[in-house]
């Protein structure tokens, strides 16, 4: 209730006098309301009195009431929207599903009590990343099935499990702890061509796990390599499309001769880039998806082995230069990328890498990992550049970000 004196400077205060209630009739006519929206009409004596009651009503509003918008939930089924709706009506949230006619799309604008607009939000960013999570694990059962085999006969596992299967094989874990019919099991990997799973405590026995590639990952270009190597160089024929298609980019910056092209064949290494490629195409909020890049990345002799065999070395961040980050730094053109590419024995080196950029931010000298999307507070920039409108390098902070492709020799 608010309480307000008028007070008129005069002379003499004229004696205070009780006045009648208006009639009903005199009152204006109530203003039409949406559903949860409280409309408060203001009366006074005085004009400076309805606005200083005005004033106070709003600064309690602002204090205890907010607005939020969310603007990607594309991910989001109507019986999602359905679900999260009458969450926050239970909460005494406004819940509208709006257009932006600035951007051609719809968003979810919350208002309400502050504390309870905020349970909504998290409730919705939980339900946006189930559903990213959904399609990621739908997205590896369509190339790769974990299979047990018991004298009952074969058996799927689960969407969920599936990925988690496949994550630990492509990070060549030994084992994966696993929960099926509310029991834990422990699935063996340590021996690729014979997977087990046992119940935790069981020391042996259990059944097997086959892994099955229903769409192989690895390139079509690819030849066959023996189980036990994990990695190998193959040269490629210099009359060939693949070969063409490197030299071109690189000769595109660059007038140096190329005297030979190799492609890295590393199947743990891609496996890992793929998966990270496929997390990042299922990713809403990013505007390129994985938005790959094909980079070139300078190297001297010594080191091509240790790429080859584990990927690009972060730790050597700064080394040369640090200018945009503490990562591993990728030039779009070759000829950049000559000037860290020291001779040895008359011959210089350079990688062609495929490089996932994502949604990248110029950099700073000392950032170890991107910032902050300015738009999302929880959600970091993928990769750095020098510039945002024309970009001439990349800077990564993840192992998976960024793959080998092909080892140029030129001199």
């Known amino acids: 209730r608010f309480r307000q004196r008028a007070k008129e400077q005069t002379s003499k205060p004229p004696p205070l006098q009780e006045k009648p209630a208006p009639h009903p009739s005199r009152l204006p006519p109530p203003r039409p309301v949406s559903p949860g929206i409280l409309t408060v009409d203001v009366y006074g004596p005085t004009h400076t009195s309805v606005t200083s009651a005005k004033k106070e009503i709003n600064d309690l509003v602002d204090k205890r009431h907010c607005k939020r918008q969310i603007d990607e939930f594309s991910r989001l089924s109507e019986a999602d929207l359905a679900r999260l709706s009458e969450f926050a009506q239970r ?221 690009f070395d972060r730790s050597l961040a700064g080394k040369h230069a640090a200018r945009f980050g503490k990562g591993t730094y990728f030039a779009v053109t070759a000829r950049y990328s000559t000037d860290y590419s020291p001779p040895s024995n008359g011959k210089c080196y350079m990688f062609l890498a495929y490089v996932l950029a994502g949604d990248y931010v110029v950099g700073n000298s000392t950032w170890s990992v991107p910032s902050y999307r300015s738009d999302n507070s929880n959600v970091r920039y993928n990769s750095t550049v020098d510039s945002e409108s024309k970009p001439s390098m990349y800077v990564t902070y993840r192992d998976a970000q960024a793959y080998p492709a092909y080892l140029i020799t030129f001199t």
């Open 91 to 311: 909460r005494g949230i406004l819940f509208e599903v709006k257009v932006c006619a600035a951007q051609s799309s719809e968003l979810i604008e919350l208002v309400g009590d502050t504390k309870s607009v905020s349970e909504v939000h998290i409730e919705i960013n939980n339900a946006i990343q189930a559903a990213i999570v959904a399609v990621y694990h739908r997205r590896i059962a369509e190339t790769v099935q974990f299979v047990r085999v018991s004298h009952l006969g074969e058996e799927l596992y689960d969407i969920k499990t599936n990925a988690e299967l496949e994550e630990a094989h492509t990070a060549n874990q030994n084992e994966k702890v696993i929960k099926r019919n509310g029991r834990q099991f422990v699935v063996s990997m340590k021996d690729r061509l014979n997977m087990r799973e046992l119940e935790v405590g069981q020391a042996s026995g259990g059944v097997q796990v086959l892994r099955r590639d229903l769409q192989s990952v690895l390139p079509q270009l690819w030849e066959p390599m023996p189980e036990k190597k994990k990695f190998d160089l193959f040269p490629v024929a210099p009359t060939s499309p693949e070969y063409q298609d490197v030299l071109k980019l690189f000769n595109k910056s660059c007038s140096r001769s190329v005297s030979q092209i190799e492609r890295v064949q590393n199947p743990t290494l891609y496996r890992q880039y793929h998966s990270h490629k496929m997390a990042l195409d299922c990713d809403p909020s990013l505007k390129n998806g994985a938005n790959e890049l094909k980079l070139f990345h300078g190297s001297n002799e010594d080191s091509i082995q240790k790429i080859c065999n584990e990927n």
